[in-house]
């Protein structure tokens, strides 16, 4: 392009001679235009100031190297600021390429240092944890960002304006600053440290708190990670007078749940909510703990009645224990050992059997008892019975004549009564639970699916033998608590079930004849 000299006169018309002339800079801001940006920008909904919007019009022509005016590149300013914003930080997402929100800061976590590959200085990072009236989000600001936290730039109850790339973290969602900026004219009404109740939890959210009573606990297991080390993790259930929610504790948090008992008062601190096959988890890292709390926790179950349950549901059933199996081993097909015990609920509505699988074996349940046992798979059991499957995603709880409000004190429990004056799980029992034992009693200590030993019949050589299936194929082997037995049948049985084999004795195995 050819140089002009600035006094040179444009040409009359032709939009080349526009166009050179706008790559001069010769051509002043018109009124026209500067009247676009001002409607452009009233159009918008956003806290930039019109000073701060002219300003990134005026950087924008610069960048475009003059090919756009001042109304197209305030229309492209517009675009930008739109792009990202959210109403919320609910409605933040993994996969977002850029967020812009309001948050207020909630903890101020401590700065980290790390080894980038190929440079000698290492990297910084701090986790802000920020929240809004939707949720709460962790806030990772990197290097010069993070010194400038470090060194007191940023106290909790400060309000941000966030601009970042949101990923899903090792602790929940995460946003990636790239600028963030205090705004002290905007109010926030979050609270600093206030709790949660269990039904508010989302997916998503940080630093959570929130007060429960503990249901129930798993031991502890072990596991290696990728970088060959050991993790340890555990759980326990956690509920309050809105629900209840598993809790996932790692590593050196994960003894809780040897530490607690049921029936605790406890408040979680600092944990953060994950999903687990389509269920909202609490997780409590290094960051978290688990406290007990002197304050009484009251947790009253929902519970489907037994006699309208069907196949492939997982429901929360509860009532009176009518009779309670020996716990059970069996050999697994991988080789490992398993164990199970079958027991029976009632309620005022029909009774149920329920296998408790695994740790819920070891649960000290007796007849009589008035437990409550959630998320159960409902399965076909033997002889069209159907029956209750409590595997380790489930929770049982051994309930003292029907409390469910605990706290210091108490004795182990003090009465949750409703409007009527009923304690929680009264309605179990109906008529029915002040007569569970006599029903026990009167069964000889045994219900519909308690095991017997062998006995023989009235015929020759031909013996009944009643157990649980503790393998399946051939022989098929069955335990009634004190002696197994090896029985050929082609009957089709499932590992957990309770049957009675009938025929005839034959080198310490049982020819079934009849299988029920």
Not at 10 to 31: F, H, K, Y
Not at 59 to 82: N, P, R, S, V
Not at 258 to 278: A, F, H, Q
Request: proline share 3%; hydrophobic share 35%.
């Amino acid at each position: 392009m050819t140089d002009r000299p600035s006094t040179e006169k444009p040409p009359e018309s032709g939009a080349g001679g526009c166009r050179r002339q706008r790559l001069s800079g010769a051509e002043p801001t018109t009124d026209t235009s500067m009247g676009a940006i001002a409607d452009i920008y009233a159009d918008l909904d956003t806290d930039v100031s019109e000073e701060e919007f002219r300003e990134a019009v005026e950087e924008k022509i610069d960048q475009m190297g003059g090919l756009a005016d001042e109304e197209t590149a305030a229309m492209l300013i517009a675009h930008e600021l739109k792009d990202g914003e959210v109403e919320g930080i609910a409605d933040v997402e993994p996969g977002m390429d850029e967020v812009k929100f309001l948050a207020k800061v909630v903890r101020v976590g401590e700065v980290r240092t790390f080894e980038r590959d190929g440079e000698d200085e290492d990297g910084r990072v701090v986790n802000v944890e920020a929240a809004d009236e939707t949720g709460s989000i962790t806030l990772s600001f990197w290097d010069e960002q993070a010194a400038a936290v470090a060194d007191g730039g940023l106290e909790p109850g400060a309000v941000l304006r966030v601009k970042g790339r949101p990923k899903d973290g090792y602790n929940g969602l995460e946003v990636s600053v790239d600028k963030a900026e205090p705004d002290e004219e905007v109010e926030i009404d979050v609270q600093i440290g206030a709790t949660t109740s269990i039904d508010d939890l989302v997916l998503g959210r940080s630093d959570v708190n929130v007060r429960g009573l503990v249901l129930d606990t798993d031991s502890v297991r072990t596991f290696d990670r990728d970088d060959g080390s050991e993790g340890r993790v555990s759980n326990l259930t956690l509920g309050d007078e809105t629900g209840r929610v598993r809790v996932t504790m790692w590593d050196e948090r994960a003894e809780r749940a040897e530490e607690l008992s049921p029936g605790t008062p406890v408040e979680v601190v600092d944990g953060y909510v994950r999903e687990r096959d389509g269920d909202l988890e609490l997780h409590v890292g290094e960051a978290g703990a688990i406290e007990e709390i002197e304050e009484s926790v009251e947790f009253t179950p929902e519970t489907a009645a037994i006699d309208a349950v069907e196949i492939g549901q997982t429901v929360d059933i509860g009532g009176v224990v009518r009779s309670a199996d020996p716990k059970r081993t069996f050999d697994r097909d991988d080789g490992s050992e398993g164990q199970v015990r079958n027991v029976r609920i009632q309620d005022e509505t029909g009774d149920i059997r329920v296998a408790l699988w695994g740790d819920k074996a070891d649960k000290e349940i007796e007849p009589g008892d008035e437990v409550f046992v959630a998320d159960v798979e409902i399965k076909d059991g033997w002889q069209d019975d159907l029956e209750a499957s409590a595997n380790w995603r489930s929770t049982v709880v051994v309930l003292e004549d029907g409390d469910t409000t605990v706290g210091p004190g108490a004795g182990g429990g003090s009465a949750g009564t409703d409007d009527s004056g009923n304690a929680g799980l009264d309605a179990f029992a109906g008529d029915d639970g002040a007569t569970a034992d006599a029903e026990a009693a009167s069964d000889g200590g045994s219900g519909a699916g308690t095991a017997v030993a062998a006995a023989e019949s009235d015929e020759d050589d031909v013996v009944e033998f009643t157990g649980t299936v503790v393998q399946t194929g051939e022989p098929v082997v069955l335990d009634d608590g004190e002696e197994t037995m090896s029985v050929e049948t082609d009957a089709t049985v499932q590992l957990g079930q309770e049957i009675t084999a009938r025929g005839q004795l034959r080198d310490d195995r049982l020819d079934a004849e009849d299988v029920f």
